[in-house]
Protein backbone atom coordinates (compact mmCIF):
# COMPACT_ATOMS: atom_id res chain seq x y z
CA UNK A 1 0.00 0.00 0.00
CA UNK A 2 2.89 2.18 -0.45
CA UNK A 3 1.63 4.40 -2.93
CA UNK A 4 -1.28 5.36 -0.62
CA UNK A 5 1.06 5.79 2.23
CA UNK A 6 2.79 8.23 -0.27
CA UNK A 7 -0.73 10.14 -1.18
CA UNK A 8 -1.92 10.34 2.80
CA UNK A 9 1.98 11.31 3.74
CA UNK A 10 0.93 14.58 1.05
CA UNK A 11 0.31 17.60 3.05
CA UNK A 12 -3.54 18.63 2.48
CA UNK A 13 -4.29 22.31 2.13
CA UNK A 14 -7.25 23.52 4.43
CA UNK A 15 -9.68 25.37 1.71
CA UNK A 16 -11.75 28.17 2.77
CA UNK A 17 -15.17 27.50 0.77
CA UNK A 18 -17.92 30.58 1.53
CA UNK A 19 -21.44 29.07 -0.04
CA UNK A 20 -24.62 30.77 -1.21
CA UNK A 21 -27.68 31.25 1.82
CA UNK A 22 -29.31 28.25 -0.11
CA UNK A 23 -26.60 25.63 -0.33
CA UNK A 24 -25.48 26.59 3.44
CA UNK A 25 -29.34 26.02 4.20
CA UNK A 26 -29.39 22.80 2.86
CA UNK A 27 -25.93 21.77 4.09
CA UNK A 28 -27.12 22.59 8.03
CA UNK A 29 -29.82 20.28 7.34
CA UNK A 30 -28.13 17.09 6.89
CA UNK A 31 -27.35 17.45 2.71
CA UNK A 32 -24.04 15.58 1.87
CA UNK A 33 -23.22 18.08 -1.04
CA UNK A 34 -21.90 20.89 -1.94
CA UNK A 35 -22.25 21.80 -6.27
CA UNK A 36 -19.61 24.27 -7.83
CA UNK A 37 -21.84 26.73 -8.86
CA UNK A 38 -23.37 27.01 -5.51
CA UNK A 39 -20.07 28.35 -4.07
CA UNK A 40 -19.08 32.56 -3.85
CA UNK A 41 -15.46 32.07 -3.61
CA UNK A 42 -12.69 29.95 -2.19
CA UNK A 43 -9.40 31.52 -0.64
CA UNK A 44 -7.04 28.77 -3.48
CA UNK A 45 -7.90 26.64 -5.75
CA UNK A 46 -7.14 23.47 -3.72
CA UNK A 47 -6.21 20.18 -4.48
CA UNK A 48 -8.36 17.28 -5.30
CA UNK A 49 -8.73 15.54 -1.68
CA UNK A 50 -8.08 18.73 0.46
CA UNK A 51 -10.67 19.51 3.40
CA UNK A 52 -12.55 22.17 2.59
CA UNK A 53 -14.44 24.15 5.20
CA UNK A 54 -17.82 25.48 4.46
CA UNK A 55 -18.67 29.04 5.60
CA UNK A 56 -22.40 30.79 5.01
CA UNK A 57 -21.79 34.64 3.56
CA UNK A 58 -21.24 35.86 7.17
CA UNK A 59 -18.08 33.41 7.62
CA UNK A 60 -19.72 31.64 10.25
CA UNK A 61 -18.89 27.83 10.06
CA UNK A 62 -21.27 25.92 8.19
CA UNK A 63 -19.43 22.18 7.82
CA UNK A 64 -16.38 20.42 6.66
CA UNK A 65 -15.62 18.11 3.74
CA UNK A 66 -13.74 16.58 0.96
CA UNK A 67 -12.65 19.21 -1.87
CA UNK A 68 -13.14 17.55 -5.62
CA UNK A 69 -11.52 19.97 -8.11
CA UNK A 70 -13.29 18.61 -10.99
CA UNK A 71 -16.79 17.81 -11.86
CA UNK A 72 -20.19 19.92 -10.66
CA UNK A 73 -19.76 18.44 -7.30
CA UNK A 74 -17.06 20.58 -5.52
CA UNK A 75 -17.63 19.19 -1.69
CA UNK A 76 -18.46 15.98 -0.33
CA UNK A 77 -19.81 17.02 3.07
CA UNK A 78 -18.41 15.07 5.97
CA UNK A 79 -19.60 17.43 9.21
CA UNK A 80 -22.00 20.01 9.42
CA UNK A 81 -22.85 22.06 12.76
CA UNK A 82 -20.17 23.05 15.43
CA UNK A 83 -16.57 22.71 14.29
CA UNK A 84 -15.02 19.65 14.80
CA UNK A 85 -11.73 17.55 13.43
CA UNK A 86 -11.78 15.76 10.41
CA UNK A 87 -8.58 12.92 10.55
CA UNK A 88 -8.47 9.18 10.57
CA UNK A 89 -10.26 8.69 14.62
CA UNK A 90 -12.98 10.61 12.44
CA UNK A 91 -13.45 8.42 10.00
CA UNK A 92 -12.85 5.64 11.92
CA UNK A 93 -15.81 6.76 14.07
CA UNK A 94 -18.09 7.14 10.57
CA UNK A 95 -17.06 3.14 9.55
CA UNK A 96 -17.34 1.60 13.19
CA UNK A 97 -21.02 2.99 13.05
CA UNK A 98 -21.85 1.44 9.68
CA UNK A 99 -20.61 -1.86 10.30
CA UNK A 100 -22.69 -1.39 13.83
CA UNK A 101 -25.51 -0.85 11.76
CA UNK A 102 -24.92 -4.12 9.80
CA UNK A 103 -24.64 -6.42 12.59
CA UNK A 104 -27.72 -8.29 11.64
CA UNK A 105 -25.91 -9.59 8.74
CA UNK A 106 -22.70 -11.20 10.97
CA UNK A 107 -24.98 -13.54 12.34
CA UNK A 108 -26.42 -15.08 9.15
CA UNK A 109 -24.37 -17.97 7.21
CA UNK A 110 -27.56 -18.29 4.45
CA UNK A 111 -26.11 -13.95 3.33
CA UNK A 112 -22.31 -13.52 3.27
CA UNK A 113 -22.20 -10.85 1.09
CA UNK A 114 -23.70 -7.24 1.94
CA UNK A 115 -22.90 -3.23 1.64
CA UNK A 116 -21.24 -2.18 4.57
CA UNK A 117 -20.38 1.35 3.85
CA UNK A 118 -23.37 3.04 1.49
CA UNK A 119 -21.62 5.95 0.70
CA UNK A 120 -23.67 9.77 1.60
CA UNK A 121 -26.09 7.51 3.72
CA UNK A 122 -23.75 6.22 5.94
CA UNK A 123 -22.13 10.36 6.39
CA UNK A 124 -18.87 8.90 3.93
CA UNK A 125 -20.11 10.63 0.31
CA UNK A 126 -18.38 8.99 -2.40
CA UNK A 127 -17.41 6.42 -0.34
CA UNK A 128 -18.67 2.42 -0.87
CA UNK A 129 -17.89 -0.76 0.63
CA UNK A 130 -19.23 -4.17 -0.53
CA UNK A 131 -18.21 -7.29 1.42
CA UNK A 132 -18.61 -10.31 -0.02
CA UNK A 133 -17.65 -13.07 2.67
CA UNK A 134 -13.88 -12.11 3.99
CA UNK A 135 -13.26 -9.68 0.54
CA UNK A 136 -13.96 -6.19 0.86
CA UNK A 137 -14.75 -4.12 -2.53
CA UNK A 138 -14.32 -0.41 -1.64
CA UNK A 139 -15.28 1.93 -4.78
CA UNK A 140 -14.73 5.46 -5.02
CA UNK A 141 -17.07 8.05 -7.16
CA UNK A 142 -14.28 10.85 -6.39
CA UNK A 143 -10.20 10.51 -5.89
CA UNK A 144 -10.87 12.96 -2.57
CA UNK A 145 -10.79 9.91 -1.42
CA UNK A 146 -7.58 8.62 -2.16
CA UNK A 147 -5.52 10.68 0.28
CA UNK A 148 -7.81 8.77 2.99
CA UNK A 149 -7.93 4.97 2.02
CA UNK A 150 -4.22 4.34 3.47
CA UNK A 151 -6.26 4.88 7.04
CA UNK A 152 -9.29 3.96 6.12
CA UNK A 153 -8.26 0.26 4.91
CA UNK A 154 -6.63 -0.88 7.55
CA UNK A 155 -9.23 -0.16 10.03
CA UNK A 156 -11.61 -1.91 7.26
CA UNK A 157 -9.57 -4.66 7.28
CA UNK A 158 -9.93 -4.80 11.15
CA UNK A 159 -13.62 -3.93 11.91
CA UNK A 160 -14.26 -6.96 9.04
CA UNK A 161 -11.77 -9.44 9.45
CA UNK A 162 -10.81 -9.21 6.14
CA UNK A 163 -8.45 -10.96 4.04
CA UNK A 164 -8.52 -8.69 0.84
CA UNK A 165 -9.08 -5.34 -0.12
CA UNK A 166 -9.96 -4.53 -3.83
CA UNK A 167 -10.47 -0.92 -5.42
CA UNK A 168 -13.01 -0.18 -7.35
CA UNK A 169 -13.15 3.06 -9.16
CA UNK A 170 -16.29 5.07 -11.26
CA UNK A 171 -15.43 5.04 -14.79
CA UNK A 172 -15.09 9.27 -14.67
CA UNK A 173 -12.27 8.66 -12.50
CA UNK A 174 -10.03 6.88 -15.57
CA UNK A 175 -7.92 9.51 -16.30
CA UNK A 176 -8.00 11.49 -13.13
CA UNK A 177 -6.19 8.51 -10.82
CA UNK A 178 -2.83 9.21 -9.85
CA UNK A 179 0.30 7.05 -11.47
CA UNK A 180 0.47 3.77 -9.08
CA UNK A 181 -3.89 3.42 -8.88
CA UNK A 182 -5.84 1.61 -11.23
CA UNK A 183 -9.46 0.56 -10.76
CA UNK A 184 -9.34 -3.54 -9.56
CA UNK A 185 -6.31 -3.38 -7.40
CA UNK A 186 -5.36 -5.22 -4.51
CA UNK A 187 -5.14 -2.72 -1.69
CA UNK A 188 -4.82 -5.65 1.13
CA UNK A 189 -3.88 -8.98 1.02
CA UNK A 190 -3.79 -11.40 -2.36
CA UNK A 191 -5.24 -10.35 -5.21
CA UNK A 192 -8.49 -12.62 -6.09
CA UNK A 193 -7.75 -16.32 -8.13
CA UNK A 194 -10.96 -15.44 -10.15
CA UNK A 195 -14.55 -14.42 -9.00
CA UNK A 196 -15.21 -14.52 -5.11
CA UNK A 197 -17.77 -17.08 -3.90
CA UNK A 198 -20.86 -16.04 -1.69
CA UNK A 199 -24.20 -17.29 -0.57
CA UNK A 200 -27.27 -14.94 -0.70
CA UNK A 201 -29.95 -16.28 0.78
CA UNK A 202 -28.56 -19.01 1.15
CA UNK A 203 -28.19 -19.84 -2.55
CA UNK A 204 -24.79 -19.93 -4.17
CA UNK A 205 -23.15 -16.65 -6.15
CA UNK A 206 -19.81 -15.34 -7.22
CA UNK A 207 -18.82 -12.03 -7.49
CA UNK A 208 -16.13 -10.56 -10.57
CA UNK A 209 -14.61 -7.70 -7.76
CA UNK A 210 -12.17 -6.79 -10.38
CA UNK A 211 -13.64 -6.46 -13.29
CA UNK A 212 -17.47 -6.63 -12.82
CA UNK A 213 -19.65 -3.78 -12.89
CA UNK A 214 -19.49 -1.60 -9.96
CA UNK A 215 -18.25 -3.95 -6.88
CA UNK A 216 -19.04 -7.54 -8.75
CA UNK A 217 -22.71 -8.01 -7.90
CA UNK A 218 -25.64 -5.86 -7.32
CA UNK A 219 -26.64 -6.54 -3.79
CA UNK A 220 -29.62 -3.70 -3.25
CA UNK A 221 -32.12 -6.63 -5.09
CA UNK A 222 -31.43 -8.69 -2.41
CA UNK A 223 -34.57 -8.52 -0.71
CA UNK A 224 -36.54 -8.40 -3.80
CA UNK A 225 -35.27 -11.85 -5.09
CA UNK A 226 -36.82 -13.79 -2.05
CA UNK A 227 -40.23 -11.91 -2.94
CA UNK A 228 -40.01 -12.78 -6.45
CA UNK A 229 -39.50 -16.23 -5.66
CA UNK A 230 -42.20 -16.19 -3.73
CA UNK A 231 -44.17 -15.92 -6.90
CA UNK A 232 -42.69 -18.38 -9.31
CA UNK A 233 -44.12 -21.83 -8.11
CA UNK A 234 -44.82 -23.87 -11.23
CA UNK A 235 -44.12 -20.67 -13.51
CA UNK A 236 -42.80 -19.90 -16.67
CA UNK A 237 -40.41 -17.03 -15.56
CA UNK A 238 -39.31 -14.57 -18.32
CA UNK A 239 -35.96 -12.46 -16.55
CA UNK A 240 -35.27 -9.35 -18.29
CA UNK A 241 -31.71 -7.89 -17.76
CA UNK A 242 -30.50 -10.44 -15.92
CA UNK A 243 -27.40 -9.65 -15.07
CA UNK A 244 -25.12 -12.46 -13.23
CA UNK A 245 -28.49 -14.49 -12.98
CA UNK A 246 -29.90 -13.57 -9.78
CA UNK A 247 -33.53 -13.59 -10.19
CA UNK A 248 -33.64 -16.29 -12.65
CA UNK A 249 -31.94 -18.53 -10.10
CA UNK A 250 -33.77 -17.66 -7.20
CA UNK A 251 -37.09 -18.26 -9.51
CA UNK A 252 -35.47 -21.37 -9.52
CA UNK A 253 -35.60 -22.29 -6.44
CA UNK A 254 -39.33 -20.89 -5.62
CA UNK A 255 -39.68 -23.76 -7.93
CA UNK A 256 -40.25 -22.18 -11.73
CA UNK A 257 -40.88 -24.91 -14.06
CA UNK A 258 -38.81 -22.52 -16.70
CA UNK A 259 -36.72 -19.67 -16.88
CA UNK A 260 -35.67 -17.88 -19.87
CA UNK A 261 -32.97 -14.96 -19.53
CA UNK A 262 -32.32 -11.77 -21.10
CA UNK A 263 -28.71 -9.63 -20.96
CA UNK A 264 -26.92 -7.44 -23.66
CA UNK A 265 -23.57 -8.76 -21.92
CA UNK A 266 -22.18 -12.33 -22.44
CA UNK A 267 -19.97 -11.93 -19.58
CA UNK A 268 -23.53 -11.70 -17.28
CA UNK A 269 -24.68 -14.74 -19.48
CA UNK A 270 -21.60 -16.71 -18.45
CA UNK A 271 -21.71 -15.45 -15.06
CA UNK A 272 -25.90 -16.85 -15.20
CA UNK A 273 -24.69 -20.11 -16.43
CA UNK A 274 -22.23 -20.57 -13.76
CA UNK A 275 -24.77 -19.37 -11.30
CA UNK A 276 -27.56 -21.80 -12.38
CA UNK A 277 -25.07 -24.99 -12.49
CA UNK A 278 -23.89 -23.54 -8.67
CA UNK A 279 -27.49 -24.06 -7.15
CA UNK A 280 -28.64 -26.95 -9.39
CA UNK A 281 -29.18 -28.79 -5.96
CA UNK A 282 -31.20 -26.48 -4.24
CA UNK A 283 -34.04 -26.48 -7.03
CA UNK A 284 -37.04 -28.00 -6.14
CA UNK A 285 -37.99 -29.45 -9.60
CA UNK A 286 -36.38 -29.94 -12.63
CA UNK A 287 -36.31 -26.20 -13.87
CA UNK A 288 -35.42 -26.01 -17.52
CA UNK A 289 -33.62 -22.95 -18.29
CA UNK A 290 -32.53 -20.62 -21.15
CA UNK A 291 -30.89 -17.67 -22.21
CA UNK A 292 -30.28 -15.09 -24.81
CA UNK A 293 -27.25 -12.11 -24.92
CA UNK A 294 -29.46 -9.69 -26.82
CA UNK A 295 -31.13 -6.29 -26.51
CA UNK A 296 -33.96 -6.40 -24.47
CA UNK A 297 -36.10 -4.45 -26.47
CA UNK A 298 -35.06 -6.28 -29.63
CA UNK A 299 -35.71 -10.18 -27.65
CA UNK A 300 -39.07 -8.93 -26.26
CA UNK A 301 -39.88 -8.39 -29.56
CA UNK A 302 -38.93 -11.20 -31.16
CA UNK A 303 -40.84 -13.40 -28.25
CA UNK A 304 -43.79 -11.83 -28.74
CA UNK A 305 -43.70 -12.33 -32.68
CA UNK A 306 -43.23 -16.15 -31.76
CA UNK A 307 -46.12 -15.97 -29.36
CA UNK A 308 -44.54 -16.35 -26.33
CA UNK A 309 -46.36 -15.99 -23.11
CA UNK A 310 -44.85 -16.03 -19.29
CA UNK A 311 -46.38 -16.91 -15.78
CA UNK A 312 -44.03 -14.43 -14.39
CA UNK A 313 -42.03 -11.59 -16.39
CA UNK A 314 -39.35 -9.91 -14.60
CA UNK A 315 -37.70 -6.65 -15.75
CA UNK A 316 -34.97 -5.04 -14.03
CA UNK A 317 -33.09 -2.48 -16.37
CA UNK A 318 -30.09 -0.45 -15.46
CA UNK A 319 -31.15 3.24 -14.74
CA UNK A 320 -32.34 5.29 -17.81
CA UNK A 321 -31.44 8.93 -16.31
CA UNK A 322 -28.01 8.75 -15.89
CA UNK A 323 -28.55 13.07 -15.34
CA UNK A 324 -31.98 15.14 -15.23
CA UNK A 325 -32.22 15.88 -18.74
CA UNK A 326 -32.64 12.05 -19.06
CA UNK A 327 -35.58 11.67 -17.51
CA UNK A 328 -38.26 12.31 -19.81
CA UNK A 329 -36.67 9.70 -21.84
CA UNK A 330 -36.31 7.25 -19.39
CA UNK A 331 -39.67 7.33 -18.50
CA UNK A 332 -40.52 6.53 -22.03
CA UNK A 333 -38.10 3.64 -21.84
CA UNK A 334 -39.94 2.24 -18.72
CA UNK A 335 -43.16 2.86 -20.58
CA UNK A 336 -41.94 0.71 -23.46
CA UNK A 337 -40.99 -1.93 -21.43
CA UNK A 338 -44.21 -2.35 -19.23
CA UNK A 339 -45.73 -2.70 -22.71
CA UNK A 340 -43.47 -5.24 -24.09
CA UNK A 341 -43.64 -7.06 -20.82
CA UNK A 342 -47.67 -7.17 -20.93
CA UNK A 343 -47.45 -8.44 -23.88
CA UNK A 344 -45.68 -12.14 -23.27
CA UNK A 345 -47.71 -12.13 -19.85
CA UNK A 346 -50.34 -14.41 -19.45
CA UNK A 347 -53.44 -13.67 -18.44
CA UNK A 348 -53.41 -13.30 -14.13
CA UNK A 349 -49.47 -13.67 -14.43
CA UNK A 350 -46.73 -11.64 -12.13
CA UNK A 351 -45.35 -8.19 -13.26
CA UNK A 352 -41.80 -8.05 -11.14
CA UNK A 353 -40.88 -4.00 -12.62
CA UNK A 354 -37.71 -2.19 -10.87
CA UNK A 355 -36.37 0.91 -11.68
CA UNK A 356 -32.23 2.11 -10.15
CA UNK A 357 -33.13 5.98 -11.33
CA UNK A 358 -32.31 7.79 -9.02
CA UNK A 359 -33.75 11.01 -10.54
CA UNK A 360 -37.12 9.34 -11.08
CA UNK A 361 -39.54 9.22 -7.97
CA UNK A 362 -41.38 6.51 -7.09
CA UNK A 363 -44.05 7.84 -7.45
CA UNK A 364 -43.81 8.90 -11.04
CA UNK A 365 -42.28 5.10 -11.47
CA UNK A 366 -45.45 3.51 -10.04
CA UNK A 367 -47.83 5.87 -12.03
CA UNK A 368 -45.68 4.67 -15.57
CA UNK A 369 -46.22 1.05 -14.86
CA UNK A 370 -50.02 1.54 -13.58
CA UNK A 371 -51.32 3.70 -16.34
CA UNK A 372 -49.35 2.01 -18.86
CA UNK A 373 -51.09 -1.39 -17.55
CA UNK A 374 -54.81 0.75 -17.56
CA UNK A 375 -53.89 1.63 -20.78
CA UNK A 376 -54.16 -1.85 -22.36
CA UNK A 377 -57.54 -2.36 -20.67
CA UNK A 378 -55.53 -4.20 -17.95
CA UNK A 379 -55.77 -4.08 -14.05
CA UNK A 380 -53.17 -4.87 -11.34
CA UNK A 381 -53.53 -6.98 -8.41
CA UNK A 382 -51.86 -7.65 -4.61
CA UNK A 383 -49.25 -5.18 -5.05
CA UNK A 384 -46.60 -4.90 -2.99
CA UNK A 385 -44.25 -1.89 -4.10
CA UNK A 386 -40.61 -2.12 -2.24
CA UNK A 387 -37.73 0.07 -2.02
CA UNK A 388 -34.08 -0.21 -0.23
CA UNK A 389 -32.50 -3.55 1.23
CA UNK A 390 -31.50 -2.59 4.74
CA UNK A 391 -27.82 -2.46 4.35
CA UNK A 392 -28.41 0.62 2.21
CA UNK A 393 -30.20 2.72 3.92
CA UNK A 394 -31.26 6.43 2.35
CA UNK A 395 -30.64 9.31 4.99
CA UNK A 396 -31.40 12.07 2.06
CA UNK A 397 -33.94 12.26 -0.69
CA UNK A 398 -31.39 12.24 -3.64
CA UNK A 399 -30.33 9.06 -2.03
CA UNK A 400 -33.58 7.00 -3.00
CA UNK A 401 -33.24 5.25 -6.22
CA UNK A 402 -34.13 2.02 -5.90
CA UNK A 403 -37.80 0.86 -6.05
CA UNK A 404 -39.87 -1.81 -7.24
CA UNK A 405 -43.23 -2.82 -8.16
CA UNK A 406 -45.07 -6.57 -8.11
CA UNK A 407 -48.49 -7.33 -8.85
CA UNK A 408 -50.79 -9.72 -10.33
CA UNK A 409 -51.94 -8.52 -14.11
CA UNK A 410 -55.37 -9.44 -15.37
Known amino acids: MGVLEDLASTPRERLAV ?12 GHPWLWRDSILRTNSDGSTGDLAVVFDERRNFCGIGLWDREGPLAVRMLHAGTPTTVDADFLAGKLIDAVAHRS ?13 VHGENDGLPGLVVDRFED ?19 PTLVELCDAQTVILRCSRRLGSLLPAGISDGMTLHGQAPHGRV ?8 FSADVVNGQKTGHFLDQRDNRIIAASRCDNASVLDVFCNSGGFSVHAAWGGAQSVHSIDLSPHAIDALALHVDMNRDSYPRATTFSSETADAFDALKQLRR ?9 VDPPSFAPRQTAVAAALRAYRRLTEAALELLTEGGTLVQASCSSRISHAEFRDVVISTIRGQGRSMHDIVETAHAPDHPITFPEGAYLKAIFGRVT
Do not use: C, Y
Open 135 to 153: VLVVRLDTAAWLPQLAHIV
Open 197 to 204: PFRENGLR
Open 104 to 116: MFESNPATTAWRV
Open 306 to 314: AGELFDVVI
Open 18 to 29: HATADAVRHLRK
